[in-house]
């Protein structure tokens, strides 16, 4: 039976617009229903839905049943490949996966059945993502192809639609790449610290710049890291982030990312001064 409604326009005027039911979407499984509004009248609005009714009526606009040989949403098959995937990887590593997805993927993708999604479905959401972030997005589908690839080996699809998409490029641009600062650039931003009220924040971003740590490994320090008198850093840990924000501490991923590193002099008697502060 077709429903109609009525609703104003921008401008204030009134028009009518009907909805008829016209079976369950293949990809979603949900009720769908076809919507034509515009109408003048609430007269238009009926002839319009009995149009519609009868297009339904003849087939022509009716949703093939969904047959029930398999039920899995993408969202599932992502629930259940997560389960393995946590005892493959760190904490903090799973937990940014699952962020990713919560936020970018499942939106777009989760309530699609596994075996109903075209490859046009997976690059209508990966160029969506790069209009979005031209960097984040080939992370996004990245994850998209690990869930796919699972499915296709548990048997769910026949293949894996994310084979046949086109990845987008980011053009060059014409001027400078470079995406450091020099040294007049650094000393600016160092004059815009006042060490005597902030000495930790100006400490931490000394060591960033001039020893070359990483954020996460500049966190982990701790002061039997720091050889004063051979103006060294030991990197053996870095902190990451968990489920609920929770701070991990852990060691490098990799053997290449333990390491001494050479620190200038001046950087050392900053970290003197602070140490000394807080004793």
Not at 33 to 52: E, F, N, S, W
Not at 123 to 146: G, L, M
Not at 244 to 255: A, F, Q
Request: some cysteine; charged content about 30%; aromatic content about 12%.
């Amino acid at each position: 039976m077709a429903s109609i409604r009525s609703y104003k326009l921008d401008s204030g005027k009134r028009r009518w617009k009907v909805s008829v039911y016209v079976g369950i979407d293949p990809k979603t499984g949900r009720k769908k229903y076809v919507v034509k509004g515009g109408k003048l009248t609430r007269q238009d609005a009926i002839k319009a839905g009995r149009d519609l009714e009868k297009a339904v009526q003849n087939g022509e606009l009716t949703v093939a049943p969904r047959p029930d040989k398999v039920a899995r949403k993408f969202k599932d098959v992502y629930e259940e490949w997560l389960k393995s995937y946590k005892l493959t990887v760190r904490e903090s590593s799973w937990s940014k996966t699952r962020d990713c997805f919560n936020l970018h993927i499942l939106p777009d993708l989760g309530d699609m059945y596994i075996d109903k999604i075209t490859p046009q479905d997976v690059q209508t959401a990966v160029n969506k993502w790069f209009k979005q972030s031209p960097v984040a997005f080939k992370r996004y589908f990245v994850h998209i192809n690990r869930i796919l690839t699972y499915a296709e080996l548990r048997d769910y699809i026949p293949h894996n639609p994310a084979r046949r998409i086109i990845l987008p490029r980011v053009q060059d641009k014409i001027g400078s790449t470079n995406d450091f600062w020099d040294r007049r650039q650094l000393e600016v931003f160092f004059n815009c610290i006042n060490p005597d009220r902030e000495l930790y924040k100006y400490v931490l971003f000394r060591i960033l710049a001039y020893a070359g740590l990483r954020i996460g490994e500049a966190m982990a320090l701790e002061w039997e890291d720091i050889d004063f008198k051979k103006r060294l850093i030991s990197v053996n840990k870095t902190v990451s982030l968990g489920v609920h924000g929770k701070l991990i501490v852990n060691p490098p991923k990799t053997r290449a990312s333990r390491r001494d590193v050479p620190v200038d002099s001046e950087t050392i008697n900053w970290l003197k001064r602070w140490r000394m502060g807080l004793y």
